[in-house]
């Protein structure tokens, strides 16, 4: 099955909070989206947002300028009815990180929790990492999170890449400065314990 296909089935059969990465709030990326954007103006991506609270806390938190990329149709709209007339305030992007067209430097925060992870095959994310390179501002913030060392083999019956923080930033190369990184103990809906390694870079 082809990834659109597959992700827009498990929207269309799943609710959005019984998904293993489920979250109420996206509390880490949150507090790492708020202490490194440059203001309320600053534009933020959320890579994979798909239907993540995480836009409804940023648009709560006042930030101004926030984009929310999925490559399925189904996990928008859920965002986009969950918020309601809110949703007029977001820039949706339908389509698949390796290949979208994104504006050149035209963004300040790039946020991906949990897409990184399902490329598999090393174009697959040089494509993403171009992606990166050609979107974000010079200066621009980063934030990775992928399953860490010790997470899952699979996630939605697809196969993943583990990272140690080292290996995650290895990915991206020499014109991404690693500032920090962060491990997350993820609860998944099932009362599952996931391990993630979130990485915070500064692109040069």
Do not use: N
């Not at 926030?66 to 820039?91: K, M, N």
Request: net charge negative; with cysteine; glycine share 8%.
């Amino acid at each position: 099955m082809e990834p659109k296909s597959h992700w827009e089935q498990v929207y269309t059969t799943k609710s959005a909070e019984a998904v293993s990465w489920y979250q109420p709030h996206a509390t880490l990326s949150l507090e790492m989206i708020q202490r490194v954007a440059t203001g309320k103006s600053a534009h933020v991506v959320d890579v994979g947002g798909g239907a993540s609270s995480l836009v409804d806390d940023l648009l709560a938190g006042g930030m101004t300028d926030v984009s929310v990329l999925d490559i399925s149709g189904a996990a928008l709209d859920v965002a986009r009815r969950r918020l309601g007339e809110q949703a007029r305030r977001v820039h949706w992007i339908e389509g698949d990180i390796t290949t979208v067209e994104l504006e050149k430097a035209s963004i300040d925060v790039w946020h991906d929790r949990a897409v990184f992870h399902f490329l598999t095959h090393p174009s697959d994310r040089a494509a993403y990492v171009a992606q990166v390179r050609h979107a974000v501002r010079p200066g621009g913030r980063v934030i990775v999170a992928a399953f860490g060392p010790d997470g899952p083999l699979q996630c939605s019956g697809l196969p993943v890449v583990r990272y140690a923080p080292d290996a995650l930033h290895a990915e991206f190369g020499g014109a991404f400065e690693l500032l920090e990184h962060v491990k997350e103990d993820h609860h998944t809906p099932s009362g599952l314990v996931q391990h993630f390694v979130y990485c915070h870079c500064v692109l040069h």
